[in-house]
């Protein structure tokens, strides 16, 4: 049981290119989320998932992409980098159903920097 | 709208004393709130939460965290402090949707001493 994981784990890209972020879950959680992590800001919501083919847009999601086509999946993508993009990228989980509080597990994380 | 507020960016305490990490919260509806920590080049691991009930939470790693209502407030505190309970500590609320989706202070970093 891995848990969740992120690839790859570091990356650099130059302005204006493009990239995907993998996420990967095998606790067959339904919910997934991305978050973006600043010095001092804590996390950010970028977008999030209730279920295989359902996305939605979190706090910050300009600039990014989603796609959720099967439970365990749910990749991050960036069309055009841009240096304010850079920042450590989170990819978390949960099983949520009606009445749960159910904890979110998080990724080892992807550190991104666009120069 | 719910927000979490960690009103200390870092907070310092010598191995083997008692250490309190601040939350306060601000919702509507009942309070979900849980606490996480993340080791340097980690992710970020769950620690404890508050659902309802006893308001003394106890949680991993021997930390527990006191909710209290009138204050809106969610502490974290251990009894003994240890080096290698050095990180970065996240409180979070849940918001009021049914999405799961968790609000997160920004964050007060831990350093223990020996």
């Known amino acids: 049981n891995a848990g969740v994981t992120q690839t790859p784990k570091f990356r650099i890209l130059k302005i204006g290119q493009s990239m995907t972020l993998q996420c990967t879950q095998d606790?067959?959680?339904?919910?997934m989320y991305w978050y973006r992590q600043d010095p001092g800001m804590g996390l950010k919501l970028i977008y999030y998932?209730?279920?295989?083919?359902?996305?939605d847009k979190g706090e910050v999601p300009n600039g990014y992409n989603v796609s959720r086509s099967t439970t365990e999946d749910f990749p991050l993508r960036l069309e055009l980098a841009a240096p304010s993009q850079t920042s450590v990228y989170f990819c978390?989980?949960?099983?949520?159903?009606?009445?749960?509080?159910?904890?979110?597990?998080f990724g080892p994380g992807t550190r991104l920097t666009v120069l | 709208a719910q927000s979490v507020a960690q009103p200390e960016d870092q907070v310092n305490v010598a191995e083997g004393n008692p250490l309190t990490v601040k939350c306060t919260y601000s919702?509507?509806?009942?309070?979900?709130l849980f606490w996480y920590v993340q080791y340097p080049n980690r992710g970020l691991q769950f620690l404890l939460k508050?659902?309802?009930?006893?308001?003394l939470v106890k949680g991993s790693y021997g930390f527990e965290a006191e909710f209290n209502k009138s204050q809106t407030s969610f502490h974290l505190k251990k009894p003994s402090a240890l080096v290698s309970d050095s990180a970065l500590y996240f409180c979070?609320?849940?918001?009021?949707?049914?999405?799961?989706?968790?609000?997160f202070g920004q964050g007060t970093t831990l350093q223990v001493k020996p």
């Open positions: 979070a609320v849940r918001d009021g949707s049914n999405t799961g989706k968790l609000i």
């Open positions: 606790m067959n959680h339904n919910y």
């Open positions: 508050y659902i309802t009930g006893d308001n």
């Open positions: 919702v509507s509806g009942n309070p979900y």
């Open positions: 998932s209730v279920g295989a083919g359902i996305t």
């Open positions: 978390a989980s949960s099983y949520y159903q009606a009445g749960s509080y159910n904890e979110q597990f």
